[in-house]
């Protein structure tokens, strides 16, 4: 009789840690794995990532060494407040263009953005020119150049051309690199 009493209440403390990790699974899962699902809440990186589309990131860590063409979800930095304060968790996600560096700028005769003297082929850009804003710009150390897709509608780097960092955003404000884009 025992031994039944104390195989039921292994068999109870076994279902509640079930339980308990069954409805937290989710986040222990993408800590462990140094990933984390998001979904879009703009039409800013249009048409690569959809509004509403659900799409994971690799998150990063201090070692982080940015590479043109990635797509990155970031925190702002503070001075791009857009005169509204905005909350601490607040993430944004847009394309490296420029890496510490770089020499960006905007556009050359076919409407392409230029990185170190050389066209960028942007075949994910959602219209020419690449920029109706003229940019240009020496990424500097620790630091990267962000734009996104949908260029007409990204409050990007381009934007804060005239703020403290000149646009460019610190690499430690990125939180992780976009590796998976879900369906429509």
């Known amino acids: 009789m025992d031994n039944a009493r104390v ?3 292994r068999l109870r ?14 986040g222990v899962v993408e800590k462990l794995a140094g990933r984390k699902g ?10 690569t990532i959809r509004k509403g589309q659900y799409f994971t990131v690799r998150t990063v860590d201090e070692d982080y060494v940015p590479k043109a063409g990635e ?4 925190r702002p930095p503070a001075y791009w407040s857009d005169q509204t304060p905005r909350p601490s968790a607040d993430v944004r996600v847009s ?12 556009c050359d005769a076919t409407g392409k953005v230029v990185v170190n003297g050389r066209s960028l082929p942007e075949p994910y850009v959602s219209a020419r020119p690449a920029s109706a804003m003229d940019f240009e710009v020496d990424v500097p150390p620790g630091r990267i150049w962000i734009m996104g897709d949908n260029r ?9 051309q005239n703020a403290t960092g000149h646009g460019t955003i610190a690499i430690s404000d990125v939180v992780g690199v976009v590796d998976d884009i879900g369906p429509n």
Not at 152 to 160: E, I, K, P, Q, T
């Open 95 to 106: 394309r490296v263009i420029g890496v510490p560096g770089s020499y960006v700028s905007c």
């Open 152 to 160: 007409d509608v990204s409050l990007d780097s381009r934007a804060y």
């Open 71 to 74: 797509v990155v979800l970031y």
């Open 7 to 9: 195989a039921f209440r």
């Open 13 to 26: 403390v076994l279902l509640a840690v079930l339980l308990v990790v069954l409805t937290a699974g989710c």
């Open 38 to 47: 998001f979904r879009s809440g703009s039409e800013v990186m249009e048409p």
